[in-house]
Nanobody, 112 residues
Framework: VQLQASGGGSVQPGGSLRLSCVVSGSFFRFNAMSWYRQAPEKERELVAT???????NYADSVKGRFTISRDNAKSTVYLQMNSLKPEDTAVYYCRDHNTWSWGQGTQLTVSS
């Protein structure tokens, strides 16, 4: 399984960004998918999960601001991030719940 995350960048507080993760080599539509993030000198933490049926769960810190979604036809999971805060700065990783493989990560920096 290969996971290719993209879409990171630098944004100002209050801004928005959408991350994408393309998954190859797996039965994507049958697998739950998650986004994690790791800030400097902090543990990697779970941000959001979407099941194969489309049910979602979020970390309290991002509820109401982030939205996880999936496009099974494109084998892609997204993370729409709105109202970004400096504390959202981290490397964001996607992960599939079948093989528990990690993507390579994409950097988000929120700064004025």
């Amino acid at each position: 399984v290969q996971l290719q995350a993209s879409g990171g960048g630098s944004v100002q507080p209050g801004g928005s960004l959408r991350l994408s993760c393309v998954v190859s080599g797996s039965f994507f539509r049958f697998n739950a998918m998650s986004w994690y993030r790791q800030a400097p000198e902090k543990e990697r933490e779970l941000v959001a999960t979407i099941t194969s049926g489309g049910s979602t769960n979020y970390a309290d810190s991002v509820k109401g601001r982030f939205t996880i979604s999936r496009d099974n036809a494109k084998s892609t999971v997204y993370l729409q991030m709105n109202s970004l805060k400096p504390e959202d700065t981290a490397v964001y990783y996607c992960r599939d719940h079948n093989t528990w493989s990690w993507g390579q990560g994409t950097q988000l920096t929120v700064s004025s």
